[in-house]
T-cell receptor
């Protein structure tokens, strides 16, 4: 099982739609979780951290399910500018690779 | 404040040549990472520096790849005898410490002809 797995997509949705991505991780000792966003030909940038109790930032909601070892990202009222690749990032809980593992990303395309 | 910077932004080289890629992390950040991203692919971890500790080199794909970090700041990634499969975007990131948010540089696009 890969350490961090994501559906590569693409998810093609109309403006205003609600879309959700899931990410599964294999290391039960993982402590920290993040969603990054990467625009085409740009570097990844932090979108939001994921907290145990779940957290919301405007139209974006992140959830963590430790029992099933997955995190999710929900985007409401999608905008054209949300089109990007969303990367799931998980702390390994150990000392290797600086503790962080990136998923391969889920591509979102929001259409007018 | 200034973010992570990388140079050059683009590099075209011939197969067999050596290249050096530079990363200037955010001042005060103790951790520095190098990643590689091929077209349409995810991030591939290469190497990680944390303070004065020995670097984690577990991601370097071959002994043609090496990196150093001088004075706990600037880092150089060197690729010797470049091959066409080395063509990719090389991304550098730095982190201050917990929380583990990484800040990425704009990357160096390497093309080996």
């Amino acid at each position: 099982r890969k350490e961090v797995e994501q559906d590569p997509g693409p998810f093609n949705v109309p403006e205003g739609a609600t879309v959700a991505f899931n990410c599964t991780y294999s290391n039960s000792a993982s402590q920290s979780f993040f969603w990054y966003r990467q625009d085409c030909r740009k570097e990844p940038k932090l979108l939001m951290s994921v907290y145990s109790s779940g957290n919301e930032d405007g139209r974006f909601t992140a959830q963590l399910n430790r029992a099933s070892q997955y995190i999710s990202l929900l985007i409401r009222d999608s905008k054209l500018s949300d089109s990007a690749t969303y990367l799931c990032v998980v702390n390994l809980g150990g000392g290797s690779q600086g503790n962080l593992i990136f998923g391969k990303g889920t591509k979102l395309s929001v259409k007018p | 404040g200034a973010g992570v910077s990388q140079s050059p932004s683009n590099k075209v080289t011939e197969k067999g040549k050596d290249v050096e890629l530079r990363c200037d992390p955010i001042s005060g950040h103790t951790a520095l990472y190098w990643y590689r991203q091929s077209l349409g692919q995810g991030l591939e971890f290469l190497i990680y520096f944390q303070g004065n500790s020995a670097p984690d080199k577990s991601g370097l794909p071959s002994d043609r790849f090496s990196a150093e970090r001088t004075g706990g700041s600037v880092s150089t990634l060197t690729i010797q005898r470049t091959q066409q499969e080395d063509s990719a975007v090389y991304l550098c990131a730095s982190r201050e410490g917990p929380p583990e948010t990484q800040y990425f540089g704009p990357g160096t696009r390497l093309l080996v002809l």
